[in-house]
Each structure stands twice: as C-alpha cells, then as structure tokens.
C-alpha cells in the first residue's frame, strides 16, 4: 500500500509540474492566423487566430506620409515593419495574480521630426479559450508608457482600447481602456455573464508623438508593454469531477485499511 501510495503522489507531483509549463514568447508575426491548436499557451488559456493591421501619418512638406514603411525607415516609427507586419512585437506569457495571459512588447515608438506629430494606430485581434472546463470571470489590460515632450499641448499620448465579445455564443461583454494623458494605464473589467469560455479581442492602439521638441530632443512616445489577462474560475462541473476524484482516493484508502485490519 505504502508503495502505491508513494507511486500516486510521485505521478499527481510530476503532473502538476508539468502543468506549470508555459510557452515562452514567440513573435507576433508567426501568430497571425493561427488555429487554436497552434496558439499561444499559457496557463489555462490558448491565445491564438491574431490580426494585426496599423495606420500611420507624419513628416512635412514635401515628406509628409501615410505609409508605415516609410515612417520606420525615416527612423520615426519603430517596434513595426509595415501596416501589415508586426516583425519585432513578441509575445510573453504573462501569469499573475492567478490571472493567465500575456505581454506584448517591443518598443513600439512615434517620434516627431520636431514640427509634425507621428502617429501610430494599430489593430490587434484574437481569441482565447480556457481550457479545463473553467469559465472566464474578468478580463484586464495594462500599459507601460514613457514619453519626452513639453507639457504645452499637444504632447505625446498614449491610448489603447479594447472590446471583449463572447467567442462561443456572441455578444458584447464589455469594454477597457488605458490612457497617458492622463495615466491610467491598467484597467478591469467584471464578466457577469455565466458559462463564458472563451473571449474575442478587438485592440486598438494609439501612439501620438506630439508635435514638437523640448529639452533637444523630438517629442516622442512609446509603448514598452502593453498585458493583457484573464481570471477563470472552476464550472460546477469541475468542482463535481475533483471533488469525486477525492472521495473515490478516501474510500480506496479505507477499504484497504479495513481490509489489512
């Protein structure tokens, strides 16, 4: 008995370890697209099925663009490639607070050629589902945001906002934001609605440089990160499954001890 016993908690040690593994980061590039399968894990949740598209606008004169390729290769836009390539943004599994989820990060960066602002407006799509039979019951969303600019307006800005659909049965359940400025940079929403699975995520991310210098230096403004996570909770059901499992391991352990009496 003692070597079987000994046997479960060796396997049921190995399995939790096992479980704690997550993904490490990946590029946000070779995420566009991809089925459920191949998503992004991390924790009790699979990122995948990313969208990304972006707008830009800057310069002067004869200079002044739209493209997104041409602002990074004049050097006032970076952390993108074009309005269709996010090479350099990565993704990172991000897990705290019992909340599963991940960071995206890579500098994203505006930068004014000291009279015109440069601005940067991405669209970040995806889906999550949790896995295990839990259900999702809050959403959140944070940014780092760094800056240089005069305090006169206009200045650097930063703001990113978010809708969450339901993925499985459609419907709006509710709506973040961040800003700088003012900072508020973290942000939490509450999902009331029961039997959520998984989420829907339409992001959209603005950078404005300002449009001037101060101290010497062009305005500018960047975004380092920018989290996104989800809390689940246990269904009933799951609550039901571990809770027989215990009760099925005490009447084992009893029944041999009565049996060895």
Same mark, same amino acid.
């Given at each position: 008995? +003692?070597?079987? @016993?000994?046997?479960?908690?060796?396997? !049921?040690?190995?399995?939790? #370890?096992?479980?704690?593994?997550? #993904? #490490?980061?990946?590029?946000?590039?070779?995420? *566009?697209?991809?089925?459920? $399968?191949?998503?992004?894990?991390?924790?009790?949740?699979?990122?995948?099925?990313?969208?990304?598209?972006?707008?830009?606008?800057?310069?002067?004169? $004869?200079?002044?663009? +739209?493209?997104?390729?041409?602002?990074?290769?004049?050097?006032?836009?970076?952390?993108?490639?074009?309005?269709?390539?996010? +090479?350099?943004? =990565?993704?990172?599994?991000?897990?705290?607070?019992?909340?599963?989820?991940? %960071?995206?990060?890579?500098?994203?960066?505006?930068?004014?050629?000291?009279? =015109?602002?440069?601005?940067?407006?991405? %669209?970040?799509?995806?889906?999550?589902?949790?896995?295990?039979?839990?259900?999702?019951?809050?959403?959140?969303?944070?940014? %780092? @945001?760094?800056?240089?600019?005069?305090?006169?307006?206009?200045?650097? !800005? *930063?703001?990113?906002?978010?809708?969450?659909?339901?993925?499985?049965?459609?419907?709006?359940?509710?709506?973040?934001?961040?800003?700088?400025?003012?900072?508020?940079?973290?942000?939490?929403?509450?999902?009331?609605?029961?039997?959520?699975?998984?989420?829907?995520?339409?992001?959209?991310?603005?950078?404005?440089?300002?449009?001037?210098?101060?101290?010497?230096? $062009?305005? @500018? #403004?960047?975004?380092?990160?920018?989290?996104?996570?989800?809390?689940?909770?246990?269904?009933? &059901?799951?609550?039901? $499954?571990?809770?027989?499992?215990?009760?099925?391991?005490? @009447? !084992?352990?009893?029944? &041999?001890?009565?049996?060895?009496?």
């Amino acid at each position: 008995m +003692t070597h079987k @016993f000994n046997r479960f908690l060796i396997l !049921a040690t190995c399995f939790a #370890a096992v479980s704690m593994f997550t #993904a #490490a980061a990946e590029q946000l590039d070779s995420l *566009l697209g991809v089925s459920e $399968a191949g998503g992004l894990v991390v924790g009790d949740v699979v990122f995948y099925d990313f969208g990304f598209s972006a707008t830009c606008s800057g310069g002067t004169g $004869a200079a002044a663009t +739209t493209s997104c390729s041409q602002l990074v290769s004049d050097g006032l836009i970076t952390g993108i490639t074009s309005d269709t390539n996010p +090479t350099s943004l =990565t993704i990172s599994p991000d897990t705290a607070n019992g909340m599963d989820g991940f %960071t995206l990060g890579g500098s994203l960066k505006t930068i004014s050629d000291g009279t =015109t602002a440069t601005t940067l407006d991405i %669209t970040l799509t995806y889906d999550a589902a949790v896995l295990g039979g839990d259900t999702v019951n809050g959403v959140s969303l944070g940014a %780092t @945001f760094g800056s240089n600019g005069a305090p006169a307006l206009p200045g650097p !800005a *930063l703001s990113i906002e978010e809708t969450v659909d339901n993925l499985t049965g459609g419907g709006f359940l509710g709506s973040l934001q961040v800003t700088d400025p003012p900072p508020s940079l973290s942000a939490l929403i509450p999902v009331t609605v029961t039997g959520v699975t998984g989420v829907s995520v339409t992001k959209d991310i603005d950078l404005d440089s300002g449009a001037g210098s101060s101290n010497g230096f $062009a305005d @500018f #403004a960047t975004s380092t990160t920018v989290t996104q996570q989800l809390s689940q909770v246990p269904e009933p &059901r799951a609550y039901a $499954a571990v809770m027989g499992l215990f009760l099925a391991f005490f @009447f !084992a352990i009893k029944r &041999r001890r009565q049996q060895t009496a």
